[in-house]
DNA sequence: ACCTATTTGTCCGTATGTATG
DNA sequence: CCATACATACGGACAAATAGG
């Protein structure tokens, strides 16, 4: 992968390096379920720092484009063919909801049950 | 405004800090239009580091509470609309599709916590 | 118009923790 | 046990936007 990010630039350098993922993802140069370079090896490429880097994949995660896990790393977010896509859209649109009131998980799973057992 | 934040704890300082916000923000303590204290002066009330508080603020932007601006500081964007009845419609949601697909209460507290954790 | 202080934005560096393989 | 890789927190430095005198 042919990465570059211009230092002189007014645009933030995480924006960048997101770009060059979404580029490459764009283009199909990677494709669902690769992996990423770790954040590492892309900052010594790029010679930045490696939280810049961190801070690209994260934002990446947030948008669901890519899995982000320690110890593994980046992988490309699958479409998971399981049916259970649409749960986990539902449990991350409830949590965001929850964090709006501050409700905690504790407060979640005691919503659950009682409509579980309805 | 009495915050609190608990180091020992295993959720991350600048998400109980975003925490906090958003617990004033549902008491109503915090309306819109009102101005967040400077990050500067959280950091030193909870003592935390200034970026910790920083991180939470712009992940409190990233969800649309709050306005963010250099020079000016942060302002309450909305006045929570939604609360605990767009809650409970997001849990009944959820517990249906769980029940399509088999999942159990347990296995929803599972994503729920794993959601909460990032 | 100018200067200064405040406040967020970004980047770098370092250290430690935690999950994975 | 150990190496890898992300997660978080702290600290320092500078830049950019804003507000006020």
């Not at 645009?11 to 993802?25: D, I, N, P, W």
């Not at 948008?63 to 449990?91: H, K, Y």
């Amino acid at each position: 992968m042919l990465w570059q990010v211009d230092p002189t630039s007014s645009t933030a350098l995480h924006v960048q390096v997101a770009a060059c993922v979404r580029r490459e993802m764009a283009s199909g140069r990677l494709a669902k379920g690769d992996r990423l370079p770790s954040a590492k090896e892309v900052a010594a490429v790029l010679d930045v720092n490696l939280h810049t880097v961190l801070r690209a994949y994260q934002s990446l995660r947030d948008e669901g484009l890519i899995d982000l896990r320690r110890g593994r790393g980046a992988v490309v977010s699958t479409s998971d063919p399981g049916g259970d896509a649409r749960l986990r859209t539902l449990v991350a649109e409830l949590v965001a909801a929850a964090r709006l009131v501050g409700a905690t998980p504790a407060d979640l799973t005691r919503l659950i049950e009682s409509e579980f057992q309805r």
